[in-house]
């Protein structure tokens, strides 16, 4: 994946009003997720931004409330391209991938950001977009290629994970379809229904015909 540099500030005034306020200024409200899991009670030091979630059997999780400029996530957010975020926060750098996002339903503008904090070492999921490559045989024969879906959802370390799954098709026949549980991509784990159609060539009009037209000869 491609890096995407970011910058962000912690934030600890949380209520309505600051929140607004952020909003006001082209700021975002951004929740890093996925810290250090910690025994409660926790008597160690938390950093500017950071607070900690219980999440059961004396258990804690700690995330940090952060905001970043609207301008600077524009590319991030509205691109196809996936990224790894390398965060500056706190004087250190972070790794992030985007998670979750909020946008106004009139407006259309981001409310809020969800970021998942990613280690090289431990798997993450993320969806990747799928592209298609070669010229199926069942296009040759009159057919139709049609992609059902754009991403499939891929669970490896972010280190290992692509910027895009590429499929080819040479070989997908007329009437023939390619599932998720088809596709293997080394060091990859796709997580998506095996039974899930990715892609599929369909039978055209005029390929029903021809081939009506080859069985009454």
Known sequence: MKVYELKASPRTDLGKKATKALRAEGKIPVVLNGGEI???PYDGKLRAGEKIVEIGNGKGLITTDIFVDNDAVRKLVYTPDIFAIELELNGEKRMAVLKDLQFHPVKDTILHID??????????V???????EGHAEGVKAGGKLTLSMKKLKVRAPYTAIPERLVINVDTLGLG?????????FEGLELVNAKNAVVCAVQLTRAARGAAAAAAAK
């Open 115 to 124: 970021l998942l904090e990613v280690k090289p070492e431990k798997p993450v």
């Open 38 to 40: 910690v025994t409660l």
């Open 176 to 184: 023939k379809s390619l599932a998720v549980g088809d596709l293997h």
């Open 126 to 132: 993320i969806e990747v977009p799928v592209k298609l």
